[in-house]
């Protein structure tokens, strides 16, 4: 006979991961797009087994890239035992405002439930500057639940990024902006947002954690291999 748990059943709740990636042309520099891509598939295994030892959250996953326009990279959530990464190529501008706005688009209520889910996690990464308007699009997002109630995260990569925005875009000003200066530190925040950071949204209460007190762990010490962006 099973032993029920102290205060009853765990409830597992949905949490919706997104990856916002910048594919503008500037990104083939130096092999920025190559980092990343690499980043985020080096990580998945990691990111499937913190998944699998949390007994709070269902975690869905979805990947969007924009340059000239945004397009989703996988059209439908997916969950994350089942996501799979596919290489991201760099061409074009840096058309971040439609990129929120088709991720407000996603937040809305439906396809998000109304209620009993993990506040969402989207995650920011670009090397540059908006050329369209972020503003707009940023505002369609905050103005959405559960778009205002996410936990947004920046990474910005190279010193040419525009950390200005990313402050914008996190809205929360115990969150810092992510700098990653070469592909050694993109990596170890990309592990850090797609593993310890859920593990902590996930242990948060779900009906308006802003992320209050998230901050991203130090960078361990580089090998002096990674070329500087």
């Not at 059209?75 to 088709?102: C, Q, R, Y």
């Not at 949204?201 to 901050?215: F, H, Q």
């Amino acid at each position: 006979m099973t032993t029920p748990m102290p205060g009853g059943p765990t409830e597992n709740k949905p949490l919706h991961f997104i990856w916002i990636c910048d594919c503008s042309g500037s990104m083939a520099a130096d092999g920025k797009i190559s980092s990343l891509n690499d980043a985020i598939r080096q990580t998945l295994p990691e990111m499937k087994k913190t998944a699998e030892n949390n007994p709070f959250a269902t975690i869905f996953v979805r990947a969007i890239k924009f340059s000239n326009g945004a397009e989703w990279i996988n059209n439908d959530p997916i969950p994350l035992k089942n996501f799979s990464w596919f290489d991201l190529e760099a061409d074009g501008v840096t058309d971040m405002g439609k990129a929120l706005s088709m991720v407000a688009d996603a937040m809305k209520i439906p396809p998000m439930p109304a209620s009993r889910a993990i506040a969402p996690v989207l995650v920011l990464l670009s090397d540059g500057q908006p050329t369209d308007n972020f503003d707009a699009g940023l505002k369609k997002l905050l103005d959405e639940q559960w778009g205002k109630k996410a936990v947004r995260i920046g990474i910005g990569i190279g010193s040419d990024t525009d950390f200005d925005v990313l402050k914008k875009f996190i809205n929360n000003p115990e969150i810092p902006p992510c700098k990653a200066d070469n592909a050694h530190d993109l990596i170890s925040y990309i592990r850090w947002a797609s593993t310890t950071l859920i593990k902590d949204v996930t242990e948060r209460k779900s009906d308006g954690s802003k992320g209050d007190g998230i901050t991203p762990p130090p960078l361990p010490v580089d090998n002096g291999n990674a070329p500087v962006w």
